[in-house]
């Protein structure tokens, strides 16, 4: 995996607080009654973080995926070292854990039962 850096797209460009994007979210996932939300489109991910990476070439994205619950909860699946310990300290002010991003499968294959998870099939 590509080992550059993950760094904060900030205001003035970003005016949007990562707090307000997460907020909009589970407003929508609690439309659809949805539990828990998963995003692969690193696109959609370094929007929705504010975040933004070297990982495609031409393309300010990183690899990542993002399982988020309905709550508080929200773990960003990424290559180990790529966050800095600034912006992990930051991430973590609005509920961001991070995981090694091999983990994104085992964490969806441990979600509840019952668990209703929002997905685009668009995407």
């Not at 609690?30 to 990982?55: E, K, M, P, Q, Y």
């Not at 991430?91 to 969806?108: F, R």
Request: proline share 5%; charged share 20%.
């Amino acid at each position: 995996m590509p080992g550059d850096a993950i760094y904060e797209h900030l205001p003035p460009q970003a005016v949007v607080t990562r707090a307000d994007k997460l907020a909009g979210v589970r407003a929508a996932m609690a439309r659809h009654g949805a539990s828990h939300h998963f995003i692969s489109t690193v696109d959609d991910i370094a929007w929705l973080l504010n975040l933004r990476g070297a990982d495609v070439d031409y393309n300010p994205v990183f690899l990542a995926h993002v399982l988020m619950d309905a709550q508080q909860g929200l773990t960003l699946f990424v290559g180990a070292g790529k966050v800095p310990a600034e912006l992990q300290a930051r991430l973590a002010l609005d509920g961001v854990k991070l995981a090694d991003y091999a983990q994104a499968a085992s964490a969806l294959a441990a979600l509840p039962a019952d668990a209703a998870l929002l997905i685009d099939r668009a995407a």
